[in-house]
Nanobody
Framework: QVQLVESGGGLVQAGGSLILSCATSGRTFSTYAMGWFRQAPGKERTFVAAIWWSDGSTYYADSVKDRFTISRDNAKNTVYLQMNTLKPEDTAVYYC?????????????????WGQGTQVTVSL
C-alpha cells in the first residue's frame, strides 16, 4: 500500500506562483511513475503532469506546458508541482497519484493510489 499526502494549495492572484508537494509513504519502492491531476467544479478530473520515478523524465498536458514543472526527490519520496504564471482557469482541486506499472500516464484510471487533494484558487 502507498499513502499520498498533498500540501501547498491556496489562494493566489493571476500571474502568481504556487508549489504543491506530495509526500509518499508505504511501498514506494514499487513506484513506476507519479502524476498530478486536477478537477474543477462540475468537470472531470484531468491530467496535468507526470514523472517517471526511475529517470525523472516528465510529461505535461498542453495547457500547462512551459508554466508548470513536475519534479521529484527520491530521498524524501516526494513529488512537487511548481506552478508559475497561474491563470483563473487553473483553479481546481489538485491530486497526486502513483502507479506501479507502465501505460498511458494521462489516464487517471490507470493510477493505483491517490491523495486527498489540495485546493488551488486563482483570482483575477
Amino acid at each position: 500500500q502507498v499513502q499520498l499526502v498533498e500540501s501547498g494549495g491556496g489562494l493566489v492572484q493571476a500571474g502568481g506562483s504556487l508549489i504543491l508537494s506530495c509526500a509518499t509513504s508505504g511501498r514506494t519502492f514499487s513506484t513506476y511513475a507519479m502524476g498530478w491531476f486536477r478537477q474543477a467544479p462540475g468537470k472531470e478530473r484531468t491530467f496535468v503532469a507526470a514523472i517517471w520515478w526511475s529517470d525523472g523524465s516528465t510529461y505535461y498536458a498542453d495547457s500547462v506546458k512551459d508554466r508548470f514543472t513536475i519534479s521529484r526527490d527520491n530521498a524524501k519520496n516526494t513529488v512537487y508541482l511548481q506552478m508559475n504564471t497561474l491563470k483563473p482557469e487553473d483553479t481546481a482541486v489538485y491530486y497526486c497519484a502513483s502507479r506501479w506499472h507502465s501505460g498511458s500516464l494521462w489516464i487517471a484510471d490507470e493510477y493505483d493510489y491517490w491523495g486527498q487533494g489540495t485546493q488551488v484558487t486563482v483570482s483575477l
